[in-house]
């Protein structure tokens, strides 16, 4: 069964308020390539969408809940991907640090907050989580997305040691908890420590090289 033919079992609604939403996270990422997010207005927004403001805060209760549900999208993306049991433990933590570097290269307004936001990600989510519809407009034929939750960046590392450890890439005594806090405070390190977003994706190898070597050469207590 196809994709569209999928949406059509759902709710026309359901289906109605994904494509608005959906529309509404493309204007924002658009508009946020060329302006900080505080310069952006609700009204720019919805005249890019062809919606009125009572029907944004309809969907969106708050001005920030596209990047939101960006985030959440972005985060499904990757755990899809990191799922792959093809991918090493290593390739787990490599594959955030490549496509963050990626997104900061090409709109670094976007992946700034996107990083802002996966530091605020031990509160409460504010925002709603995406619906099976948005899931299935966004990510189409990709089954795995479907009903897949976002996915923390911590909780990703977690996934990436946790593969290596299984697969003796890592010692098994090796601490999980601080493996990943290590590679979080990469994820989070590098974009800060340079204005030059060329530079970003050789960091993060370096660093990752360096996180890795270290947590193989010794057996930490878990």
């Known amino acids: 069964?196809?994709?569209?033919?999928?949406?059509?079992?759902?709710?026309?609604?359901?289906?109605?308020?994904?494509?608005?939403?959906?529309g509404l996270v493309e204007a924002l990422i658009e508009a946020l390539r060329e302006r900080p997010f505080d310069e952006i207005t609700v009204r720019s927004l919805c005249q890019e969408v062809g919606i009125s403001e009572p029907t944004f805060f309809k969907y969106f209760p708050r001005k920030e809940d596209p990047l939101v549900l960006f985030v959440a999208l972005w985060s499904?993306?990757?755990?899809v991907r990191a799922?792959?049991?093809?991918?090493?433990?290593?390739?787990?933590?490599?594959?955030?640090?490549?496509?963050?570097?990626?997104?900061?290269?090409?709109s670094p307004?976007?992946?700034h907050e996107i990083i802002a936001h996966q530091m605020r990600a031990e509160a409460p989510?504010?925002?709603?989580?995406?619906?099976?519809?948005e899931l299935m407009m966004y990510f189409g034929d990709e089954p795995l997305?479907?009903?897949?939750?976002?996915?923390?960046?911590?909780?990703l590392m977690a996934l990436a040691i946790n593969r290596a450890k299984a697969r003796g890439e890592l010692p098994v005594g090796a601490s999980v908890t601080d493996a990943v806090w290590t590679l979080v405070a990469v994820f989070?390190?590098?974009?800060?420590?340079?204005?030059?977003q060329r530079v970003v994706a050789r960091r993060y190898r370096r660093a990752l090289d360096l996180v890795w070597a270290g947590i193989g050469s010794e057996e930490h207590s878990p």
């Open 76 to 79: 499904i993306g990757l755990g």
């Open 109 to 111: 307004r976007v992946m």
């Open 83 to 106: 799922a792959d049991e093809s991918l090493s433990g290593k390739g787990i933590a490599a594959l955030v640090f490549e496509e963050t570097a990626r997104q900061m290269k090409r």
């Open 188 to 196: 989070f390190g590098v974009p800060a420590s340079t204005r030059s």
């Open 145 to 155: 997305a479907w009903d897949m939750k976002p996915v923390p960046v911590q909780d």
């Open 1 to 22: 069964m196809t994709v569209a033919a999928h949406l059509q079992e759902l709710p026309l609604r359901e289906r109605k308020a994904a494509k608005t939403r959906l």
């Open 125 to 133: 989510p504010r925002g709603a989580p995406p619906t099976r519809s």
